[in-house]
T-cell receptor, first 118, second 114 residues
Framework: AQTVTQSQPEMSVQEAETVTLSCTYD???????LFWYKQPPSRQMILVIR??????QNATENRFSVNFQKAAKSFSLKISDSQLGDAAMYFC???????????????FGTGTQLKVEL | DSGVTQTPKHLITATGQRVTLRCSPR?????VYWYQQSLDQGLQFLIQ???????AKGNILERFSAQQFPDLHSELNLSSLELGDSALYFC?????????????FGPGTRLTVT
C-alpha cells in the first residue's frame, strides 16, 4: 500500500517570502500522480498543483511550484511571494494510475499547517 | 466553487441514529469518491463509484454504505452512529477518462454525533 508522509506539522513564512513544504511517499508503482491540496479555514479542499510521475519537468502554477524527485520519492511544494491568503493546511496526496485494481483513490499525508505572518 | 455540491452542510444527530449524506458531482464527471476527515484518522478514503458501480473500497465501516444513482449523484448512508463517527465527510468527483484524473471536492458535510 502507498503511504504519504508530511513531516512538518507546522510552518511559518513572512509575507512576500518563499516557503517550501515537504512530502515523501512510498510506492512500488512506476506511474502515478501526485497532488497538493490546500484546505483553508473554510475546510474546502482546493487543488493547488499536480504532477504526473512520467513527466520529468516540475509542475508550476503561478506562485506555486513543485520539486519532484522520483528516485528519492520526494514531492515538495514551493510557494513564492507568500500572501496572507496562502495560510491554510496543505495536504500532499498520491494517486495510482487510472483503472488499476485499487481504484483511483487519493492517499493523503497528515498535512502541514502554514502560517503567513506580516 | 468546485462544481461539486453536498447536502446538508451540517448535521447533528444522536448515537444510534441513521443519516444520509448527498453528493452531486460536477457535470460530466463519472466517478464519485467519499472521504472522511477526522482528528484521529486524518483524511481517509471510504469508497468510490464509477458510473453507477462500486469501483473501490477503503476504510469504510460495515455500518456505512453508499450508492450512485443513474443521474450520477451519490448518497452515503451512515447507520448505528457512534460518537467516533463525528467528522467532516467530503465527496469528490472526477472524469476518469483518458489521463484526466483531478478530483474536485465538495464543501463537505460536517456530522456531529451527540
Amino acid at each position: 500500500a502507498q503511504t504519504v508522509t508530511q513531516s512538518q506539522p507546522e510552518m511559518s513564512v513572512q509575507e512576500a517570502e518563499t516557503v517550501t513544504l515537504s512530502c515523501t511517499y512510498d510506492t512500488s508503482e512506476s506511474d502515478y500522480y501526485l497532488f497538493w491540496y490546500k484546505q483553508p479555514p473554510s475546510r474546502q479542499m482546493i487543488l493547488v498543483i499536480r504532477q504526473e510521475a512520467y513527466k520529468q519537468q516540475n509542475a508550476t502554477e503561478n506562485r506555486f511550484s513543485v520539486n519532484f524527485q522520483k528516485a528519492a520519492k520526494s514531492f515538495s511544494l514551493k510557494i513564492s511571494d507568500s500572501q496572507l491568503g496562502d495560510a491554510a493546511m496543505y495536504f500532499c496526496a498520491y494517486r495510482s494510475p487510472i483503472l488499476t485494481g485499487g481504484g483511483n483513490k487519493l492517499t493523503f499525508g497528515t498535512g502541514t499547517q502554514l502560517k503567513v505572518e506580516l | 466553487d468546485s462544481g461539486v455540491t453536498q447536502t446538508p452542510k451540517h448535521l447533528i444527530t444522536a448515537t444510534g441514529q441513521r443519516v444520509t449524506l448527498r453528493c452531486s458531482p460536477r457535470s460530466g464527471d463519472l466517478s464519485v469518491y467519499w472521504y472522511q476527515q477526522s482528528l484521529d484518522q486524518g483524511l481517509q478514503f471510504l469508497i468510490q463509484y464509477y458510473n453507477g458501480e462500486e469501483r473501490a473500497k477503503g476504510n469504510i465501516l460495515e455500518r456505512f454504505s453508499a450508492q450512485q444513482f443513474p443521474d450520477l449523484h451519490s448518497e452515503l448512508n451512515l447507520s448505528s452512529l457512534e460518537l467516533g463517527d463525528s467528522a467532516l465527510y467530503f465527496c469528490a468527483s472526477s472524469v476518469d477518462l483518458g489521463r484526466s484524473y483531478e478530483q474536485y471536492f465538495g464543501p463537505g458535510t460536517r456530522l456531529t454525533v451527540t
